[in-house]
């Protein structure tokens, strides 16, 4: 599937926040730079698109399995347009790559795009620290991580944020 997929504009170089910035303005970055995911997605959409929304989550889903590289970022934060997560190859697997926002920002830019609701879930997975370590996508009928084996699942957290 990778290889029939369009070239998209790859415009921006990776979004970068600072070293050690705080997690409040990379929500912000992630939000403004949907926008602009989603025009790139309105290409992706007929190489995605099912008969419904769970078929459609379904196949992004699958392609971010089986044809990308999930890499955590460390200090400093990338966030990359579905046109640079695309052309950027990492070295070792010579497929796509990217983290947790990476991944969220193509999936919900293409949801949207095919028409769906679909938003961002920040998690939390301590019990004392509210602070988001991790986000994945939901739609009103399901919750679909990239990173995550299962679709329509998660993990337990104890703290989360949904923006639809």
């Excluded at 995911?37 to 889903?61: C, D, M, S």
């Excluded at 640079?84 to 949207?112: E, N, Q, W």
């Excluded at 991790?134 to 993990?155: I, M, Q, R």
């Amino acid at each position: 599937m990778l290889h029939n997929l369009p070239q998209l504009p790859v415009r921006n170089h990776n979004y970068t926040y600072r070293k050690n910035g705080y997690n409040a303005d990379i929500i912000t970055l992630i939000h403004k730079s949907l926008p602009e995911a989603k025009q790139q997605a309105y290409t992706l959409v007929p190489y995605f698109a099912g008969r419904n929304e769970r078929e459609t989550a379904h196949n992004i889903w699958k392609f971010l399995r089986k044809h990308c590289t999930y890499v955590k970022d460390g200090a400093t934060q990338k966030i990359k347009l579905p046109g640079r997560f695309l052309a950027d190859k990492h070295p070792r697997t010579g497929k796509p790559y990217g983290d947790c926002k990476t991944y969220s920002l193509f999936i919900v830019a293409i949801m949207r795009a095919a028409g769906y609701k679909c938003g961002f879930r920040y998690a939390s997975y301590s019990f004392l620290n509210s602070t988001p370590s991790h986000l994945y996508t939901f739609t009103p009928n399901l919750v679909f991580d990239g990173v995550f084996s299962k679709l329509n699942a998660e993990v337990p957290y104890y703290h989360k944020k949904d923006y639809l």
